[in-house]
């Protein structure tokens, strides 16, 4: 067989076992599933997830009818629109009611958006929990992917250097990595915040909700690529002194050639399955943290966000149930479905898991 060939099938044989995984495909599923629906109503969503109905609709249980007239929902994604393209001052001013656009007949899919809005109930303040945990699920899984982004691109980065280098370098940024590791996420999370919102408030013009967003994106990337700097420096040094890395040193390839074209090709696997194992972990994180009230602010929503204000309205005399368990039931969904797919990777990609295959 060529060697164009063997290495194609060698490739692709990650792949075909991941097909023989039927957990991580129906997880994997699962959470295409809840990502494709979160966008399709994002529009709808970010325009009416803090549409209020103090009046009529407060802490009122799941029903299959909506509870607030859909007049109001409109009105208030047609001001939040005109707002934002006029500017903050334009914003004060639908605030005090000044602008009053009108309202104008409703389309299709609007009226079919707007029939869901009671399915999961009200919070609170009247809001519909269906519309606040559809974009509260694209900010907690947006901060997991762009924080195991950001542990794959410097972890990687970190531990290949380390162990190439060797020597002092090697243990200089390995200390710094060990002294790092000493300290909580949560302590970090908390010095970054004070250090941070002002200087980037003013930065990004007042846009205090994205500060908090990518504050505590900064916050959680900057504690999640320390285990992987760790994986990636000992499979580097494993595979640094394998024949054909000494051969490709013979044959006068330089670090750069030996990095882009031997050793990243033998690394996508372990990057691969701990990237899908940084997602759940930032999920969690991002969820304790908003929890705690450090993470995301009032009103955007995030999962940890929801469920804080769920468990501030259970109580002894009145359970408002779903306040608590949609947002809950839907965090526990996804780092399941995520977990699952990772484990799945990890078999797929274990050479030990192919010689038990065989057997």
Not at 188 to 194: D, F, H, T
Not at 314 to 328: A, M, Y
Request: with cysteine; charged share 15%; proline share 6%.
């Amino acid at each position: 067989m060529p060697a164009e060939a063997q290495g194609a099938r060698k490739r692709r044989e990650p792949w075909r076992r991941m097909r023989r995984k039927p957990l991580a495909l129906a997880s994997l599923a699962v959470l295409l599933l809840l990502t494709g629906a979160s966008l399709a109503t994002l529009p709808f969503s970010a325009r009416w997830y803090n549409v209020q109905g103090t009046d009529i609709a407060v802490r009122r249980p799941p029903s299959a009818a909506p509870i607030v007239p859909i007049r109001r929902f409109m009105e208030a994604g047609r001001r939040s629109a005109r707002a934002k393209a006029r500017g903050s001052s334009a914003a004060d001013r639908v605030e005090r009611g000044r602008i009053d656009p009108a309202v104008t007949k409703p389309h299709v899919l609007e009226r079919a958006a707007y029939a869901a809005t009671s399915w999961l109930g009200h919070d609170d303040l009247g809001r519909s929990v269906l519309y606040r945990i559809l974009p509260a699920f694209v900010v907690s899984f947006a901060i997991g992917v762009a924080a195991a982004a950001m542990a794959v691109v410097v972890g990687t980065a970190w531990g290949a250097v380390a162990a190439l280098w060797g020597g002092l370098v090697d243990s200089v940024m390995m200390r710094i990595v060990d002294v790092l590791y000493g300290l909580p996420y949560i302590l970090m999370a908390i010095l970054l915040k004070v250090a941070l919102t002002r200087p980037l408030t003013a930065m990004f013009g007042g846009q205090s909700k994205f500060v908090d967003l990518l504050v505590l994106l900064l916050a959680i990337g900057g504690v999640s690529w320390l285990t992987m700097a760790r994986v990636i420096r000992g499979q580097v040094l494993s595979l640094r002194a394998q024949p054909f890395v000494e051969a490709a040193r013979a044959a006068g390839a330089g670090p750069r050639h030996i990095i882009r074209r031997h050793l990243l090709p033998n690394l996508v696997g372990p990057i691969s399955v701990y990237a899908t194992l940084v997602v759940p972990q930032a999920i969690l994180q991002e969820s304790f943290l908003s929890f705690l009230g450090i993470g995301v602010q009032q009103p955007v929503p995030s999962l940890g966000r929801l469920a804080a204000d769920g468990v501030e309205a259970v109580n002894t005399f009145v359970g408002f149930w779903w306040l608590l368990v949609f947002p809950c039931g839907l965090l526990v969904i996804t780092l399941l479905a995520l977990n699952f797919i990772g484990d799945g990777l990890r078999d797929a990609y274990d050479p030990k898991s192919t010689a038990a295959t065989l057997v």
